[in-house]
């Protein structure tokens, strides 16, 4: 079975690296200002003509509290106006991107992200969709993958119902911890009672799937009342669970500086946290995807992931990998064929650049061909745990030993450590190197020496 672990203490000590999360390669940290809107332009005019199918992200960085563990671009006020002006510039990024685009490209996918999407009022969410449907061809027949971030303090019956009539069928709900002295530590007070209400709603009103997202290694949390919240959450019975690792970086992302060090669990807490977890969601039925993702065997990434169909963009797991992603809003990533490109993640500066009529795009990557190879090697052990030589030199026109021969004895430690079967015809990567898949997929990036390893959280 795909989503059998085994967990072992030794190796996860020992190839527990910080790296990076491979929602793409080359990932983010690559990026230069060399990539600019001509770039994104010829992208375009490509997507138009292949006709390829799209994936919307919509960036809405607002929130009325600050969560201290947060490392999402954001805006905190409880100024509501403050949406107005960023609405006005985002439609008319929508109306400059789309106008490159050909009006037959279906929408297969689209997600609204931030910050806490429904800060927005229902007349603005009702307006910003319908510049969605006017400039993109979305899907009246509730066929498309359309998501939305949910923060249950910011929602109610009416707001759910409000979603589902804009065409929404997915709800991912920011949960993290149930306990309230864990709560309190990281500014985010929400009961179990409001979240459940959420839920309630989502499934009377037959949103089609949704998602709760936790957090362990947050300050205060135990093994043991960790345990309580993923025995709360399983009784939910949430179709996919997405369960993170705090990663505490206070010198890049100032809201954690006001989180108490020493109130942190230790790294044998974490890791007893995440075992416990893995075994109780496990009897549950919950199947483990891959970086910290599970899903009930009838959910379509289970299903992807059998069929060898599974892919992984910015958006974390899809099975819309073959679309072009469109990113739209401050700090959104799209990518575009072998273009990866990203709009300023300052606002006034995003906001100032589309009322010159400009767009914001203020750096990216063109993949040249070492990174297309790499990509794929990365994207299937990521999301197969299965690499087939012979598939990669089919595509390539490469000798896979000879290409890889500098890291090759790198794979055969992991090999003997007992992380991955190797061969020569195929990886496998074993029960025991699944929770270490990114340890494995960083042998095979070319820039991982030169990148400071700070920038990344840890595997585990």
Not at 86 to 100: D, F, K
Not at 140 to 157: F, L, N, Q, T
Not at 222 to 238: G, H, K, M, S, Y
Not at 379 to 405: M, P, T, V
């Amino acid at each position: 079975m795909l989503d059998a672990i085994r967990w072992d203490t030794d190796l996860i000590r020992r190839y527990d690296l910080a790296g990076p999360r491979y929602t793409s390669y080359p990932t983010a940290v690559q990026f230069d200002s060399h990539v600019g809107t001509f770039d994104l332009f010829h992208a375009l005019r490509d997507s138009r003509k292949a006709l390829r199918p799209l994936s919307l992200y919509v960036h809405v960085p607002f929130c009325a509290n600050i969560c201290y563990y947060c490392a999402c671009n954001k805006v905190i006020t409880k100024d509501r106006g403050r949406a107005l002006p960023y609405l006005q510039r985002l439609e008319q990024e929508i109306q400059l991107i789309a106008c490159h685009l050909d009006p037959t490209q279906k929408v297969e996918q689209l997600h609204f992200g931030g910050g806490t999407p429904t800060f927005l009022s229902h007349d603005e969410l009702r307006q910003l969709m319908t510049q969605l449907r006017k400039s993109f061809n979305l899907l009246d027949d509730d066929s498309g993958d359309y998501g939305i971030e949910i923060d249950p303090r910011e929602a109610d019956w009416s707001t759910m119902g409000l979603l589902r009539e804009l065409g929404f069928n997915r709800v991912s709900i920011g949960l993290q911890d149930l306990d309230p002295a864990v709560q309190r530590a990281v500014n985010r007070l929400q009961s179990l009672e409001e979240t459940r209400a959420v839920i309630d709603a989502a499934r009377t009103l037959q949103f089609r799937s949704i998602n709760i997202d936790l957090i362990y290694g947050l300050p205060r949390q135990t093994p043991e009342n960790f345990a309580r919240t993923v025995d709360e959450v399983i009784n939910l019975q949430p179709d996919r669970l997405s369960v993170f690792n705090y990663a505490h970086l206070p010198e890049r992302f100032m809201p954690q500086r006001r989180i108490n060090s020493d109130e942190l669990p230790t790294p044998a807490q974490k890791l007893e946290m995440l075992q416990r977890t893995i075994e109780q969601l496990t009897a549950a039925g919950y199947r483990y995807i891959g970086m910290d993702h599970f899903a009930l065997p009838d959910d379509e990434l289970a299903i992807a992931q059998e069929e060898s169909t599974l892919q992984r963009n910015f958006q974390g797991y899809t099975t819309h990998g073959h679309c072009d992603l469109i990113g739209l809003g401050v700090s959104a990533i799209s990518q575009i064929g072998d273009l990866y490109c990203q709009n300023s993640s300052d606002l006034n500066q995003y906001q100032n650049a589309l009322a010159s009529t400009q767009l914001a795009t203020n750096r990216g990557l063109l993949c040249n061909t070492d990174d297309r190879v790499r990509r794929a090697v990365i994207q299937q052990l990521i999301c197969s745990f299965n690499l087939e030589f012979a598939e990669i030199e089919q595509a390539f026109n490469i000798d896979f030993r000879g290409y890889f021969g500098e890291v090759w004895p790198q794979l055969q430690a992991m090999a003997k450590d007992g992380l991955i079967e190797l061969n020569s015809e195929r990886i496998t990567v074993l029960p025991a190197g699944r929770l270490l898949v990114r340890s494995v997929c960083m042998v095979f990036d070319a820039y991982l020496e030169q990148q400071n390893r700070q920038r990344f959280s840890r595997v585990i």
